[in-house]
């Protein structure tokens, strides 16, 4: 998951609004305007929820980064094994 690219699709369709509000008659511009600061408000909580939660698991994201490196070369390896055995491995001899 690409939190930030989230966030900016978030903001690019708040700004899409933005615009569309703009071009609205004067009571739909006002419901807009009141929906896209609640909208804004919820991107900014958001944003600091992913930030936090970014900052307290990097640790543990690094890790699990770690272990599955280990595990694609140790599957690298298996699969150089089992091709060694196959037909072709008689042809190496």
Same mark, same amino acid.
């Given at each position: ?7 900016? +699709?978030? &903001?690019? *369709? ?6 569309? =509000? @703009? ?6 511009? $006002? !419901? ?14 958001l944003?600091e929820?992913?930030? +936090?939660? &970014?900052? *307290? ?6 890790? =699990? @980064? ?6 694609? $070369? !140790? ?19």
């Amino acid at each position: 998951m690409d939190t930030d690219r989230i966030l900016k +699709d978030l &903001k690019e *369709k708040i700004d899409e609004l933005v615009g569309q =509000a @703009k071009n609205a008659s004067e009571d739909v511009r $006002e !419901e807009m305007e009141d929906t896209i600061e609640s909208l804004k408000k919820q991107r900014e909580k958001l944003e600091e929820k992913m930030t +936090d939660f &970014k900052t *307290k698991n990097e640790p543990k994201i690094d890790e =699990a @980064k770690h272990h599955l490196k280990i595990a694609g $070369e !140790e599957i690298g390896k298996a699969f150089e094994k089992l091709f060694k055995k196959g037909p072709s491995a008689e042809e190496e001899k």
